[in-house]
């Protein structure tokens, strides 16, 4: 059965530095890995997915990067901002549709 | 485009009620899927459905029904409700699942969070 960690569970940073997230997951056969965003109350956002054969993706101020060999992915968010502060999630997928998904990590960015 | 929209956002149940949540999506996916979020714990998938009169069982299935007799609808049922289910259940939907298409990805509504007392 795959078992994905999210550590830290919570996270504080001032605004402006560079968050990491880190993400581990215990099958490294893996179809993909995507990371989502959740604000609290509402449903999941999707933000960055990478392929299993890929080594990282980048969209504006997020890079994520990808070991399957390891089981492990970083989402990096660079010169974080208040706006960013929520939760985020990742899942992994076998080779089906099924997602298995961390327990995220809550992040505040303190103004 | 409304995406996927859930119904009802908030309810409260006492311990034996039944009720059903809708999931519906507009987006002709279809995959649909019914989750559940407990704090400290990551989604869990409850009951999923491949197409329009088909539903098959997750991870977590038990105390729980569903039903997708429309492609756009799928509904959650909980026969008899227990302490036990108070959680954030989440739908979600996506097309259908193919490695020719290596950007897919699901698409969740808002959540409803279920108090069972």
């Known amino acids: 059965k795959q078992e994905v960690t999210q550590i830290p569970a919570a996270l504080s940073v001032p605004e402006g530095e560079n968050l990491v997230l880190n993400c581990s997951f215990t099958?490294?056969?893996?179809?993909?890995l995507q990371w989502f965003r959740q604000d609290p109350g509402k449903g999941l956002t999707s933000l960055l997915l990478?392929?299993?054969?890929?080594r990282e993706q980048t969209s504006g101020r997020l890079n994520a990067s990808l070991d399957k060999s390891s089981g492990r992915s970083t989402l990096y968010i660079a010169a974080s901002q208040p706006g960013d502060s929520a939760t985020y999630l990742c899942?992994?997928?076998?080779?089906?549709?099924?997602?298995?998904f961390g327990a995220g990590t809550t992040v505040t960015v303190r103004a | 485009n409304a995406g996927v929209t859930q119904t009802p956002k908030f309810r409260v149940l006492k311990t034996g009620q039944s009720m059903t949540l809708l999931c519906a999506q507009d987006?002709?996916?279809?995959?649909m899927y019914w989750y559940r979020q407990d704090p400290g714990m990551g989604l869990r998938l409850i009951h999923y459905s491949v197409g329009e009169g088909t539903t098959a069982k997750g991870e977590v299935p038990d105390g729980y029904n569903v039903s997708r007799l429309k492609k756009q609808n799928f509904l959650l049922g909980l026969e008899s409700a227990a302490p036990s289910q108070t959680s954030v259940y989440f739908c979600?939907?996506?097309?259908?699942?193919?490695?020719?298409?290596?950007?897919?990805?699901?698409?969740f509504g808002p959540g409803t969070r279920l108090l069972v007392l």
């Open positions: 979600a939907s996506s097309y259908f699942w193919r490695e020719s298409v290596p950007r897919e990805t699901q698409y």
């Open positions: 099958d490294s056969a893996i179809y993909n």
């Open positions: 990478i392929q299993s054969s890929q």
């Open positions: 899942a992994v997928r076998r080779n089906d549709y099924k997602l298995s």
């Open positions: 987006m002709n996916h279809e995959y």
